[in-house]
């Protein structure tokens, strides 16, 4: 029996188009959950956008534009990273849709009366994060993410006693209830619970939200603070509130032997979903996520992205430059998996040189040139056996781990081993002296369908195109376990050499 595997991505505000920070998240999620599907469990993804926030609509409001149709327009372009970036995920929610409105009111509903109260707040309140900030936390008077002075707020609105789950939390943190990767991130978060958790608002008032929201049950002059409502789409996408069959299946997973509930996000939003989420479920007696993978930023050309210095990239234009497999293989191996890291074309073009048309795309054209010369185009028969269950160990426990980028390392690892293989041995003099290189060939063949496999999470259309050409039908692919075991090529199938993978760049 299939075991229920459940993520989500984090939903980004649609004030703007997609930028290569979130792209970053989106192919990591991806990439995660293309693993469980290998290893046979039954996996739901969520992917969506966040479209109650503030910052929307004086986005909007700036280009002249209607709020609806201006955050619909966004959300189109973040919905299409799924093509565009070959994403797999199963549901996109936008907070804007009625059954994201009932899940966040019954949530709300649901927390504990007494970890609710209304007051007057004054605070300093920067919209770019949607969050109050203390004078300690700012950069010289400025929000540290979005380099602008916060505007002082005062009014009357509900919060929400997160001191009171103090113990609780920093508990989970601290025990491994709640796995979080990588663990110096966990250690950060365990340092500002230990600081003291305060209670934070949860509303904002109906004129100052510009009525633009999910409405507070009860209180027609309150909206949730967009924080409340966002983190409950992971949640909501799955029926909570409404029809609960995939809630019970993939949030409760009742009768699971291993519950699987994971988070992406970046290390922005960690305080929101290490610890306020988790003080908001902990109210409701919602069963919390099982762990949560946080990657750091990206820059571009060693600088940070925004709008106002113009170096924002775009997915797209990227993309369109060097291929969707391309753009994804160095998101995954050439950005830090836990750090912040650095996208600049020099360094993209040499990347993608060295690893995919001096690597992958070339040890491929060397195998399948090989099998047609010396093999009659097929997959000869082959007596060696290799050991490649470490290999595999490493594989799957990396990716288990978010460690993405050690993953490729590791791939990368096995293409340099099997290039040397074919230098040491030189199979063409081999065969020119009348040698047998049945085996030899054989061996290289089926090293090249476990890097295949081994790629299909990472750049599943360029893996795919490898194993058609081995003669393999990807349709008929059987789970990872039982398809890593050496010897699955079978003797006498016909190969079918193609184009080149990945062209030089010129």
Same mark, same amino acid.
């Given at each position: 029996?299939?075991?229920?595997?459940?993520?989500?991505?984090?939903?980004?505000?649609?004030?703007?188009?997609?930028?290569?920070?979130?792209?970053?998240?989106?192919?990591?999620?991806?990439?995660?959950?293309?693993?469980?599907?290998?290893?046979?469990?039954?996996?739901?993804?969520?992917?969506?956008?966040?479209?109650?926030?503030?910052?929307?609509?004086?986005?909007?409001?700036?280009?002249?534009?209607?709020?609806?149709?201006?955050?619909?327009?966004?959300?189109?372009?973040?919905?299409?990273?799924?093509?565009?970036?070959?994403?797999?995920?199963?549901?996109?929610?936008?907070?804007?849709?009625?059954?994201?409105?009932?899940?966040?009111?019954?949530?709300?509903?649901?927390?504990?009366?007494?970890?609710?109260?209304?007051?007057?707040?004054?605070?300093?309140?920067?919209?770019?994060?949607?969050?109050?900030?203390?004078?300690?936390?700012?950069?010289?008077?400025?929000?540290?993410?979005?380099?602008?002075?916060?505007?002082?707020?005062?009014?009357?609105?509900?919060?929400?006693?997160?001191?009171?789950?103090?113990?609780?939390?920093?508990?989970?943190?601290?025990?491994?209830?709640?796995?979080?990767?990588?663990?110096?991130?966990?250690?950060?978060?365990?340092?500002?619970? %230990?600081?003291? *958790?305060? +209670?934070? $608002?949860?509303? !904002?008032?109906?004129?100052?939200?510009? #009525?633009? &929201? @999910?409405?507070?049950?009860?209180?027609?002059?309150?909206?949730?603070?967009?924080?409340?409502?966002?983190?409950?789409?992971?949640?909501?996408?799955?029926?909570?509130?409404?029809?609960?069959?995939?809630?019970? %299946?993939?949030? *409760?997973? +009742?009768? $699971?032997?291993? !519950?699987?509930?994971?988070?992406?996000? #970046?290390? &922005? @939003?960690?305080?929101?979903?290490?610890?306020?989420?988790?003080?908001?479920?902990?109210?409701?007696?919602?069963?919390?996520?099982?762990?949560?993978?946080?990657?750091?930023?990206?820059?571009?050309?060693?600088? %940070?992205?925004?709008?106002?210095?113009?170096?924002?990239?775009?997915?797209?234009?990227?993309?369109?430059?060097? &291929?969707?497999?391309?753009?994804?293989?160095?998101?995954?191996?050439?950005?830090?998996?836990?750090?912040?890291?650095?996208?600049?074309?020099?360094?993209?073009?040499?990347?993608?040189?060295?690893?995919?048309?001096?690597?992958?795309?070339?040890?491929?054209?060397?195998?399948?040139?090989?099998?047609?010369?010396?093999?009659?185009?097929?997959?000869?028969?082959?007596?060696?056996?290799?050991?490649?269950?470490?290999?595999?160990?490493?594989?799957?426990?990396?990716?288990?781990?978010?460690?993405?980028?050690?993953?490729?390392?590791?791939?990368?690892?096995?293409?340099?081993?099997?290039?040397?293989?074919?230098?040491?041995?030189?199979?063409?003099?081999?065969?020119?002296?009348?040698?047998?290189?049945?085996?030899?060939?054989?061996?290289?063949?089926?090293?090249?369908?476990?890097?295949?496999?081994?790629?299909?999470?990472?750049?599943?259309?360029?893996?795919?195109?490898?194993?058609?050409?081995?003669?393999?039908?990807?349709?008929?692919?059987?789970?990872?376990?039982?398809?890593?075991?050496?010897?699955?090529?079978?003797?006498?199938?016909?190969?079918?050499?193609?184009?080149?993978?990945?062209?030089?760049?010129?």
């Amino acid at each position: 029996m299939s075991t229920p595997f459940y993520l989500t991505t984090t939903i980004p505000y649609v004030n703007a188009e997609p930028h290569i920070g979130f792209a970053l998240e989106m192919i990591q999620a991806d990439a995660r959950v293309r693993l469980e599907r290998l290893l046979g469990n039954d996996v739901y993804f969520l992917a969506g956008t966040d479209e109650n926030s503030l910052k929307n609509v004086q986005a909007a409001e700036k280009a002249g534009r209607d709020v609806n149709e201006f955050v619909a327009e966004h959300a189109e372009q973040f919905l299409g990273l799924k093509l565009l970036l070959n994403l797999s995920f199963d549901d996109f929610i936008r907070t804007t849709q009625k059954r994201h409105f009932d899940g966040a009111q019954k949530l709300w509903s649901s927390c504990k009366p007494d970890d609710m109260y209304k007051k007057t707040y004054k605070g300093l309140y920067c919209v770019g994060c949607e969050v109050f900030f203390a004078e300690e936390e700012l950069v010289e008077g400025k929000c540290p993410d979005h380099d602008v002075a916060p505007e002082e707020v005062e009014e009357e609105n509900y919060f929400f006693k997160l001191s009171k789950y103090q113990d609780q939390i920093e508990n989970l943190l601290g025990n491994g209830g709640l796995k979080i990767y990588p663990e110096f991130r966990k250690n950060e978060m365990l340092a500002f619970v %230990k600081r003291g *958790l305060e +209670d934070f $608002s949860i509303s !904002r008032s109906r004129e100052r939200a510009h #009525g633009w &929201g @999910v409405p507070v049950p009860g209180d027609d002059t309150q909206i949730m603070y967009v924080w409340f409502d966002a983190l409950s789409n992971y949640i909501n996408a799955l029926g909570y509130g409404d029809d609960e069959m995939l809630y019970r %299946k993939f949030w *409760l997973q +009742d009768g $699971s032997n291993k !519950r699987q509930v994971s988070h992406v996000l #970046g290390k &922005g @939003v960690a305080r929101f979903h290490l610890v306020y989420w988790i003080g908001m479920l902990l109210s409701a007696n919602i069963p919390l996520p099982t762990e949560e993978f946080v990657h750091g930023y990206i820059t571009v050309n060693g600088q %940070k992205m925004s709008k106002s210095t113009g170096n924002a990239l775009s997915p797209y234009d990227v993309v369109l430059k060097y &291929g969707t497999d391309a753009f994804r293989y160095y998101m995954l191996g050439a950005i830090s998996s836990a750090q912040d890291g650095d996208f600049s074309e020099d360094r993209f073009e040499q990347y993608y040189t060295a690893h995919l048309a001096n690597g992958i795309g070339n040890l491929t054209s060397r195998i399948l040139t090989m099998l047609e010369k010396y093999a009659d185009a097929k997959i000869p028969a082959g007596s060696s056996v290799h050991d490649v269950l470490g290999f595999w160990k490493v594989y799957t426990e990396g990716l288990e781990r978010y460690q993405f980028d050690k993953v490729v390392e590791h791939v990368q690892s096995y293409v340099s081993k099997l290039d040397g293989l074919i230098t040491e041995t030189r199979p063409w003099e081999k065969a020119k002296a009348g040698e047998d290189v049945s085996d030899l060939l054989y061996t290289l063949a089926e090293s090249l369908r476990h890097i295949a496999l081994a790629l299909l999470p990472i750049i599943p259309a360029s893996a795919e195109k490898i194993l058609t050409q081995l003669g393999i039908d990807v349709s008929s692919l059987e789970d990872l376990k039982t398809e890593q075991a050496w010897g699955r090529l079978k003797s006498g199938t016909k190969i079918q050499k193609g184009d080149v993978l990945f062209p030089r760049l010129t």
